[in-house]
């Protein structure tokens, strides 16, 4: 019996004394571990400081560059990619996406392309007409339209939220209500209202009122002209703008 004691005894304290080596040298293993460098990134002197915004205005997809007039307004969220042509006196707001990837878009002289628009163009037109987005002169897109292969006369006013379909034409010098949907292959002839989803003939167009259409296009281009001088390389408004951000220590 005492002799089984003792053996117990010398167990338990073999047993200690290894786990206190243990907890010593892994203590002496934490205190001489080498501290971790600490990686400091600086800025090159010679990175010049640009605003990246993750959006780019102009797209070019393989030799296709988008072509924009010198006086021509495209505003500075506006995306233009591929086989795509603004005109002179044109002007793009705030949000439309203008996608020429598969197929040509032309904006013609004086015409206006409002906010949130969506223009594409498919390969081919189911119809056998041309493909390609035309918007010929002195043409009012309303906001939130979607064109996608269809030809717009000139002078004519499309609603806003209107959808254009695949091989769409509308005449000259009509009009089509917002809201309206026009189904592959329709013809808005010209000198008339139409709208509804599709679209339907509403009724024949005043001379007044045919007149009033380049009229309304005239005053958005001369709108856009306030917006046009406010960007460069056009203005020297960004120079006050630095100038108060210095006089409130804010670096430029």
């Not at 988008?66 to 021509?72: E, L, T």
């Not at 996608?99 to 119809?127: M, Y």
């Not at 939130?144 to 006013?157: D, F, G, K, Q």
Request: proline share 6%; with cysteine; glycine share 8%.
């Amino acid at each position: 019996m005492a002799t089984s004691i003792a053996r117990l005894s010398r167990r338990g304290v073999t047993s200690n004394l290894i786990r206190r080596c243990f907890a010593a040298e892994a203590a002496l293993a934490r205190k001489t571990e080498l501290p971790k460098p600490q990686f400091t990134v600086s800025p090159s002197t010679d990175r010049v400081k640009w605003d990246y915004r993750g959006q780019r205005q102009i797209i070019p997809l393989g030799q296709w560059l988008p072509k924009v007039a010198v006086d021509a307004y495209v505003a500075p969220n506006v995306v233009l990619a591929g086989q795509v042509t603004v005109w002179d006196g044109s002007s793009v707001w705030n949000g439309a996406v203008l996608r020429g990837d598969l197929n040509k878009i032309t904006v013609g002289f004086c015409s206006n392309v409002q906010e949130r628009c969506v223009v594409h163009a498919a390969w081919s037109s189911p119809t056998g007409l041309p493909a390609a987005t035309i918007i010929d002169r002195y043409v009012t897109v309303g906001a939130y339209s979607l064109l996608r292969s269809c030809t717009i006369e000139p002078e004519c006013i499309i609603g806003q939220h209107s959808i254009l379909m695949e091989g769409s034409l509308v005449e000259t010098r009509s009009i089509l209500e917002a809201g309206s949907v026009v189904p592959p292959g329709r013809r808005i002839p010209s000198g008339e209202l139409w709208g509804g989803n599709p679209a339907r003939f509403i009724r024949t167009l005043t001379n007044e009122e045919t007149l009033e259409i380049p009229k309304l296009a005239v005053a958005i281009n001369h709108l856009s002209g306030d917006y046009f001088s406010e960007f460069l390389p056009y203005s020297t408004v960004y120079l006050e703008v630095e100038k108060f951000k210095k006089s409130l220590g804010i670096a430029v």
